[in-house]
């Protein structure tokens, strides 16, 4: 459940402001914004609070309870306005990923709606001297059109700038290439796809492999992750205030050195090399 400190995260992620910054727009002592950050202090003051969302320029109402004030003219429903204020704090990486499921999901029921209208297709016979259309129904493809369908392939973007499993790579703005990959249980939580670089994940995760990666912004102790640090980007196992490698010749990375800790997604396999 999301509480009042990843909303503070979230938002002074979004304004790419550091511990420091925020610390001087507030007026809060280091030491002590850093430990409300780390969730040290368990009941900060409300002065505080009230300082922080000024510094954020947000409502204390949505940093205490996470409700989000409706002020455009459209009615929307509290899930949607929760979800287009998520969506505002995504960088262009997260904003083109769910814009491709949006696309992807919208021809998807294009399909599954003309089908039960029974659209026409171009194809056509001949009767006489007169062409006729013939009444195809379109058959939904798709992973979420009740597995009736399987084309053996789905495409996936793959992003040119590789992601490090060694000392971090810096991540700015990377492009992106569709590629094509097996339509199977293997690949279908995958998202997106993203090479990696260096040894540190090693025996099981080579220099030059492309993860299957599942967009969230969280992953449990464990699990493996694609992870931002101060804008570098790396591959390891998350281990709660640290990330770690596979390989024993790496020594633990300590979140606590980092002012800008996000996860950008789970890994969830990879793709086998030619």
């Known amino acids: 459940m999301e509480s009042y400190l990843d909303r503070i995260k979230l938002l002074k992620n979004e304004r790419k402001m550091t511990n420091d910054q925020l610390a001087d727009r507030s007026g809060i ?20 609070i009230v300082a922080i969302c000024s510094a954020l320029d947000c409502s204390v109402e949505y940093i205490v309870s996470g409700a989000v004030e409706n002020t455009n003219n459209y009615t929307l429903s509290t899930d949607e306005i929760r979800m287009i204020e998520r969506f505002r704090l995504l960088d262009s990486f997260g904003k083109d990923l769910i814009e491709t499921v949006i696309a ?15 659209v026409p297709t171009s194809e056509t016979v001949v009767r006489g001297k007169e062409k006729a259309r013939v009444l195809q129904p379109i058959k939904p493809l798709g992973r979420y059109a009740g597995e009736s369908v399987r084309t053996g392939k789905r495409s996936i973007l793959l992003y040119e700038l590789p992601v490090s499993a060694g ?18 249980e293997k690949t279908a939580d995958a998202d997106y796809a993203l090479r990696i670089s260096g040894n540190s994940m090693e025996p099981k995760y080579r220099d030059g492999d492309i993860l299957l990666v599942r967009a969230t912004d969280g992953v449990d102790v464990g699990e493996m992750g694609i992870f931002l640090l101060d804008g570098c980007g790396f591959f390891k196992v998350f281990g709660g205030d640290r990330l770690l490698s596979l390989n024993p010749e790496y020594a633990p990375i300590l979140l606590k ?12 396999g990879k793709l086998k090399r030619k």
């Open 257 to 268: 050195d980092f002012a800008d800790v996000q996860c950008k997604g789970q890994v969830v």
């Open 167 to 184: 000392v971090g790579v810096y991540l700015d703005e990377s492009t992106a290439e569709s590629i094509s990959v097996p339509d199977n």
């Open 29 to 48: 002592p280091l030491g002590t914004l850093s430990k409300i950050l780390a969730g040290m202090s368990d009941s900060p003051k409300l002065s505080t």
């Open 104 to 118: 992807k999901e919208s021809e998807r029921l294009a399909a599954i709606a003309a089908a039960e209208a029974h």
